[in-house]
């Protein structure tokens, strides 16, 4: 069982800064793909970015086009730590934000958690 906690959520004007960070437990955190996702009210859940597992500081990682530019997923092995730094933000990144990770190393993300809520006001 992997469990994951998500922090860094807040309140933030357009063209402000944010990072998110999500905390996994578990032994093998390196050998973990892990993603980004965010639900906004009323809109179905989609895809911000993953990470793939690591070696060192040797990973891959794929964006959501509405993020390219603007957000940079990256992790700490020694800290079982996700994080997400998200820079100029916009009205519509407003939303949940879940980390999910696949303790395969893959996209098949079987561990979410419950989600932290980032809000951008004009």
């Known amino acids: 069982q992997v469990q994951l906690v998500e922090s860094g959520g807040g309140s933030v004007q357009a063209g402000g800064s944010l990072r998110l960070s999500c905390e996994a437990s578990g032994r093998t955190f390196s050998m973990y793909g892990m993603g980004w996702f965010r639900q906004a009210p009323g809109k179905d859940r989609e895809f911000v970015v993953r990470i793939s597992w690591s070696v060192g500081n040797i990973y891959s990682t794929d964006y959501a086009d509405s993020v390219k530019g603007r957000f940079t997923i990256s992790r700490d092995n020694a800290k079982k730590t996700v994080y997400l730094q998200m820079n100029m933000l916009k009205q519509e990144d407003t939303a949940v934000y879940h980390c999910?990770?696949?303790?395969?190393?893959?996209?098949?993300?079987?561990?979410w958690g419950q989600g932290t809520q980032v809000t951008v006001s004009s």
């Open positions: 999910a990770a696949d303790p395969r190393g893959g996209n098949n993300y079987v561990y």
